[in-house]
């Protein structure tokens, strides 16, 4: 698992003096548990950060069948594609739990884009890593049968958003089976069919609203590999 720092955070890849002068632009806004920051379609007025909390990036079918792309946490940037391509929101980002959101206007972006080169430069370096991952996740989604797709999540969750102790077990937090079903554009059941597989393999414990993956290393050595391109996740530490 290759992980990549400012895999969603093109403010971090910046100088610190350009840095700060983007945070000044900032206004902030906080979401409680369900609210849209904004919705499929809406016109792109303004980028985003998550300044606290979790904010998850999904599209719905017309029977209603939610798919989550990616769950996005402290520092990471949303809303961005939309400015540079002058096009609608081609998702939804709805917040999970309270979460504070720094706001950049499209009019601060656009005056911060063309003042500062280093600020292009920075978006094609987060966008070239998001389209690796996007390239991973479509491998995955072709090439691979559930199990080793769930496998998969699980140890990118572990590495992203999971806490390792000494003993190299990561615990992954408020995540649920129909969660990691959004995630996979999966049925809950199979997911929890698969779990359960896990679990009596002594791979993964099953918790209330957790899961504990009890070797990482090991669990990872046995899916990162199975396609030719080497999985990516977001690195926070």
Request: contains cysteine; aromatic residues 8%; negative net charge.
């Amino acid at each position: 698992m290759h992980k990549v720092s400012n895999l969603h955070n093109w403010i971090s890849e910046l100088p610190e003096a350009i840095g700060e002068d983007v945070r000044r632009r900032f206004s902030q806004k906080t979401l409680q548990d369900g609210e849209f920051l904004y919705h499929q379609g809406d016109h792109a007025g303004a980028c985003y950060q998550v300044a606290k909390g979790r904010l998850k990036v999904c599209n719905y079918n017309y029977a209603g069948q939610e798919l989550v792309h990616v769950i996005l946490v402290d520092g990471d940037c949303v809303g961005d594609w939309g400015l540079l391509i002058d096009q609608p929101r081609m998702n939804n980002a709805i917040a999970c739990g309270q979460a504070e959101i720094n706001i950049l206007s499209k009019a601060h972006f656009d005056e911060l884009y063309d003042k500062y080169p280093e600020i292009p430069k920075a978006l094609n370096r987060v966008m070239a890593r998001r389209l690796r991952l996007t390239f991973m996740l479509t491998e995955d989604a072709s090439l691979l049968p559930l199990r080793e797709r769930l496998a998969r999540l699980i140890i990118r969750m572990a590495h992203s958003l999971g806490r390792a102790d000494q003993d190299g077990c990561a615990l992954i937090e408020n995540i649920s089976h129909e969660e990691l079903a959004k995630m996979l554009g999966a049925a809950r059941p199979s997911v929890g069919r698969e779990l359960k597989k896990f679990a009596e393999e002594g791979a993964i414990e099953i918790k209330y609203g957790k899961l504990l993956v009890r070797d990482i290393a090991a669990f990872s050595a046995q899916f990162d590999h199975l396609l030719s391109v080497e999985p990516v996740v977001a690195d926070y530490d």
